[in-house]
């Protein structure tokens, strides 16, 4: 009798995901999973309107749940208020202000990671930006001396945008200020649980940044250091979650492959990510037509195919954890069609279930971007402070990538492969 018992309690005990060799594991069972970008789901248990904040987030959860989502990807480090290379960043922050954490900020996410527990999702927590819709780096450096003000506020062009960026990775006070908001996440007890976040088994990964690049060739050297140094930092305080370092691959070390490889295969980051952006890749003009999909999706095959051999090389696993398609004519009403886009990720779908299927090295699909029950407003193409949030950030129009909960198709699909 008390063996059974021993047994039952154990089984009902949450489990931490595991990295053994190129699979995930949870309770020594390989983890293969699809997921969702779900980057504002911290943030929903703090609206002042239950009805939009807890009671849409648990609706939200419950839906993902039924629809055999498990894992979701979401922003906990973010920084500084107000416009920031001329578009209005996320709200609130976690560092409003410079060296000014807020805990009430973590609540939201302390909420979200109780009801991911009931339900057994896992996540995965990036923990600052390579870009300004959250503050991230260019906050950073403005905090010490390297940005005004002003310069901070307009629009950056791309050359300029590269040049301030890569100097994050030479800036030993925005470094030090990063390792500080990292400690401060790090120490946090979860107020529900009673956790600290070192041990809340529904935390999956840290992630060092969203799509962190060097920027600038001669910021690479400084570029490796710091995430060394930092997947380092992580593992002396935390030894229960995977680190990972939130790369888009090949297209975010620079055309790099040497680059890619070498700073996954460090010992503390203990699996691969890529990105997958047509759009802003360039792989086709103006919209997606059914002419030019083909050629989108021998592209992205090829994409993932180049980083699963390295994956295989370094024997650890690869997540495609972010991948996008407007909907059909570039439409952003959520009552457009979504054709094009369903066959788009039933492609990528289809090498992860193959992977499933023979144990390999590709292990999780994380689509961008979960929109849930909210819309656009019509005839307002960003969003504005006071709206819901939605899958597409600040930045971006809304209802770009977004795949709310009303779009069956999409959902259809992936139930397809989730069954099979």
């Known amino acids: 009798m008390l063996m059974v018992s021993f047994s039952a309690s154990n089984a009902q005990k949450p489990a931490f995901v595991r990295s053994v060799g190129h699979q995930f594991v949870i309770n020594g069972a390989p983890y293969y999973y699809v997921g969702a970008n779900y980057w504002y789901g911290g943030l929903l248990a703090l609206q002042k309107d239950r009805v939009k904040g807890k009671e849409r987030l648990i609706r939200e959860l419950d839906f993902l749940k039924s629809q055999g989502i498990n894992n979701l990807r979401v922003l906990v480090g973010s920084e500084g208020e107000g416009e920031i290379n001329g578009v209005d960043r996320v709200k609130p922050a976690l560092q409003a202000q410079h060296q000014v954490f807020s805990a009430g900020f973590l609540r939201g996410l302390d909420f979200l990671l109780m009801e991911m527990a009931k339900r057994k999702m896992y996540a995965v927590l990036f923990l600052s930006n390579n870009w300004e819709w959250s503050g991230g780096f260019l906050q950073y450096l403005n905090w010490n001396g390297q940005i005004d003000n002003e310069t901070l506020k307009r629009k950056l062009n791309w050359d300029e945008q590269r040049d301030y960026t890569s100097k994050f990775y030479t800036c030993a006070g925005c470094k030090s200020d990063y390792q500080k908001q990292l400690k401060f996440i790090l120490e946090h007890k979860n107020t529900y649980s009673g956790k600290k976040y070192v041990d809340e088994p529904a935390i999956m990964a840290w992630e060092l940044a969203n799509e962190p690049r060097p920027m600038r ?48 295969a460090n010992k503390n980051i203990d699996y691969l990510t890529i990105h997958i952006w047509p759009k802003n890749w360039g792989w086709f003009k103006n919209v997606p037509t059914r002419e030019n999909l083909p050629l989108v999706i021998e592209k992205t095959a090829a994409y993932i195919k180049a980083h699963e051999s390295i994956a295989k090389q370094l024997n650890k696993a690869l997540v495609i954890e972010e991948f996008g398609l407007p909907r059909d004519g570039h439409a952003f009403d959520p009552l457009s069609t979504t054709g094009l886009r369903d066959e788009y990720f039933g492609s990528i779908f289809a090498l992860w279930a193959n992977s499933r299927k023979h144990s390999g090295v590709i292990a999780g699909c994380n689509f961008w971007a979960f929109g849930g029950t909210s819309r656009p407003i019509p005839s307002q193409l960003f969003w504005q402070d006071g709206d819901d949030f939605s899958g597409d950030p600040p930045q971006e129009e809304q209802g770009l990538n977004a795949v709310f909960d009303s779009d069956r198709s999409t959902w259809e699909i992936i139930q397809d492969y989730l069954k099979r």
């Open 217 to 264: 060739a001669s910021a690479v050297a400084a570029y490796k250091d710091w995430i060394s140094v930092t997947a380092n930092y992580i593992k002396s305080i935390d030894q229960n979650h995977l680190v990972t370092i939130g790369t888009e691959g090949f297209m975010g070390t620079d055309e790099n492959w040497a680059l890619f490889k070498e700073i996954h």
